[in-house]
């Protein structure tokens, strides 16, 4: 078993580092957080749904972008992006003063939503998140600009780490085995955010996917417990509402719910010489099934009739406008299109930084990526071992309509663009809860095998290595020593450093947008605690 004092000491490890983001990333850093701020705040003064194609991002927004530093540009020149960049904003000291006067102090009376030119592309979603965070919104209107921005974040990262716990749980409880299992499942969940590090910049911001991953660790929860026992109806009561509330917070939740309940029917179909047990699996698909469309079904009903698209995605709806998906591709498509977006939607789940898309060196990667080929082959040996209908496939049975997503994402990015690297692959970890199951499945065989147990603890120990460094280099560009040059995607540090030779003018400069001494403290501790946690891991498994 795990010992109580390793397991805290992992989530201590989680919720540490991810705290020291919040406290360094500076407002509108996070992917979309214009957008999905202006959408709250709607919400939250108006008490009305914003309208796709009619509501804009707040004018408190667009005066941010004058007042204070944004993410650099994603296309050339990097550093042009209409104003302040963090190495601009460094370098002024006037303009440092100016924002510590207008967002570092509470000032309520501005902070109220009005209308700008700009549309804001975020309420092409449901609105189930942006309602739950409105309520918060209203309630820390007393804070100051940049303290309330840390509050919204961090109960986002909350909304994440609960249906990471949760999911856990259902594992452990749904998915028994051998203590070596246990460690290895306890492993996977909390070391995933640090062998995956696009976690943190997916979670710890303002975005509905944080509500989304909790969804996906009670639906997960739920599912296990379906599939432990057919003549239960509470678990698929569980099961629908998840899937249900997801489908009101993302349309992720489309292939999530349908990858769900297929395994569900799926099932059925198994036990299809059993009639007994094939209709009392029956009867808990399609309750599941028929909850989550009642709770959910209205919101794509009306998408389809107001947009003539089911999803009410932009990037959809714009290529229909265009002609449709097939037509535009017999004219752009080209392998190497394709193969280059697949290859960024490996990278792109597994880091990419945040929205200022600063880049470290690719080869940087390879060692990480070659850790996670471990563990897949891990998990290929032991699902070769299951029926596909075992629990042990429910992961795969939840991801695979989400990577055929993606694939089609891929495509519709070439009909629109003649490039298929412009794609979130970040999105997919919102499957955590159920990824890290495959991710101790893979690591458990990895241990199993004393070549490969020394090649994932030097694989793993750069990993380590590497989510610092990451870590290091974001800090320092929000810092404005660390910048993005008009034509330079990756880091470019002012010397052979790293800025390490700058940490006082750096801690000085972060500590107008952030809390820089309270972000180091969180993030040494959080490392300690990760060491301390897998020293006690391996500590019990020796005494095994």
């Not at 190497?336 to 690719?362: D, I, K, M, N």
Request: glycine content about 8%.
């Amino acid at each position: 078993m795990v010992t109580r004092r390793g397991f805290v000491l992992l989530i201590a490890a989680v919720v540490l580092v991810g705290l020291a983001q919040l406290l360094v990333l500076p407002p509108f850093e996070g992917f979309d957080e214009t957008a999905h701020y202006s959408y709250i705040r709607e919400i939250a003064d108006t008490r009305t749904i914003p309208i796709f194609g009619q509501s804009t991002i707040a004018k408190l927004v667009a005066e941010y972008h004058r007042w204070g530093p944004m993410p650099y540009a994603s296309v050339v020149p990097f550093n042009q992006n209409g104003g302040w960049t963090y190495q601009t904003f460094a370098a002024n000291a006037g303009a440092r003063e100016r924002y510590r006067d207008r967002y570092r102090r509470p000032d309520v009376s501005a902070r109220r939503y009005q209308t700008t030119s700009e549309l804001n592309w975020e309420t092409q979603h449901p609105p189930l998140y942006y309602a739950l965070l409105a309520p918060v919104m209203r309630a820390t209107d007393g804070l100051s600009f940049n303290a309330q921005f840390l509050v919204l974040r961090l109960v986002s990262y909350v909304l994440a780490l609960l249906g990471l716990l949760i999911g856990l749980y259902g594992t452990l409880r749904f998915l028994p085995g051998a203590s070596s299992t246990t460690r290895a499942q306890v492993a996977g969940t909390f070391l995933y955010p640090f062998l995956v590090p696009m976690f943190l910049p997916e979670f710890a911001r303002l975005g509905n996917d944080s509500l989304c991953m909790f969804f996906v660790g009670t639906a997960w929860l739920a599912l296990l417990a379906v599939t432990a026992d057919p003549n239960q109806r509470t678990p698929a009561l569980l099961l629908g509402l998840s899937i249900g509330l997801g489908l009101l917070t993302k349309a992720f939740f489309l292939p999530i719910g349908s990858g769900a309940c297929g395994y569900l029917f799926y099932r059925c179909y198994v036990a299809r010489h059993d009639p007994r047990l094939a209709r009392a699996r029956l009867q808990q698909a399609v309750l599941a099934t028929l909850l989550a469309i009642l709770i959910g079904g209205w919101w794509y009903v009306y998408k389809f009739v107001a947009f003539h698209s089911v999803t009410g995605g932009a990037e959809l709806m714009n290529l229909d406008a265009q002609g449709g998906l097939l037509p535009n591709l017999q004219q752009k498509f080209a392998i190497r299109y394709f193969a280059r977006g697949f290859v960024a939607l490996l990278a792109t789940a597994y880091y990419t930084s945040t929205w200022s898309l600063t880049r470290l060196p690719e080869w940087l990667y390879i060692p990480g990526l070659a850790l996670l080929f471990v563990i897949g082959i891990g998990v290929c040996r032991r699902l070769r071992r299951s029926e596909l209908s075992a629990p042990d496939w429910a992961p795969v049975w939840l991801a695979a309509p989400i990577v055929g997503g993606f694939l089609y994402f891929i495509l519709a990015r070439i009909a629109l663009t003649e490039s298929g690297n412009n794609i979130g692959g970040w999105y997919f970890n919102i499957l955590a809860p159920a990824i890290t199951v495959l991710f101790g499945f893979g690591l458990q065989d990895a241990i199993s095998r004393q070549w490969t147990r020394w090649l994932a603890a030097v694989l793993g120990a750069y990993a380590a290595l590497f989510f610092i460094a990451g870590q290091w280099a974001q800090t320092t560009l929000y810092a404005g020593c660390a910048i993005k040059t008009a034509e330079n995607k990756y880091y470019v540090f002012p010397d052979a450093y790293f800025c390490f030779n700058r940490m006082s003018d750096a801690s000085s400069h972060l500590s107008v947008i952030g809390w820089p001494g309270a972000a180091a403290t969180c993030f040494l501790i959080g490392l300690l605690c990760l060491a301390l946690g897998i020293r006690s891991l391996m500590s019990r498994a020796a005494e095994a």
